[in-house]
């Protein structure tokens, strides 16, 4: 198996990402913290949640626009499909 050639594909597959993890901590963040905040009045885990969402996005959006705009990324096929 690890031995194999790999198999080229006129198809873009983008690098591993941290932002799904990030976000998913950003959104469970937001979510508990909301419910603490309706049960104890507590609103710093909403602050951290909300943030680390708006820093999720900013940086998601980033690396999808410096993907679409490096060159490299799309093939003939991908553009074809685009």
Same mark, same amino acid.
Request: net charge negative.
């Given at each position: 198996? $690890?031995?194999?050639? +790999?198999?080229?594909?006129? *198809?873009?597959?983008?690098?591993?990402? %941290? #932002?799904?993890?990030?976000?998913?901590?950003? $959104?469970?963040?937001? +979510?508990?913290?909301?419910? *603490?905040?309706?049960?104890?009045?507590? %609103? #710093?885990?909403?602050?951290?949640?909300?943030?680390?969402?708006?820093?999720?996005?900013?940086?998601?959006?980033?690396?999808?626009?410096?993907?679409?705009?490096?060159?490299?990324?799309?093939?003939?096929?991908?553009?074809?499909?685009?």
């Amino acid at each position: 198996m $690890a031995t194999e050639a +790999a198999t080229t594909q006129p *198809w873009h597959v983008p690098e591993p990402s %941290p #932002w799904p993890i990030v976000g998913t901590a950003a $959104a469970l963040s937001l +979510a508990f913290g909301l419910i *603490w905040f309706m049960h104890a009045g507590v %609103p #710093w885990l909403v602050s951290f949640g909300g943030i680390l969402l708006a820093i999720t996005m900013v940086g998601w959006f980033k690396d999808v626009i410096g993907e679409a705009n490096d060159g490299k990324s799309h093939s003939s096929a991908v553009k074809t499909g685009l």
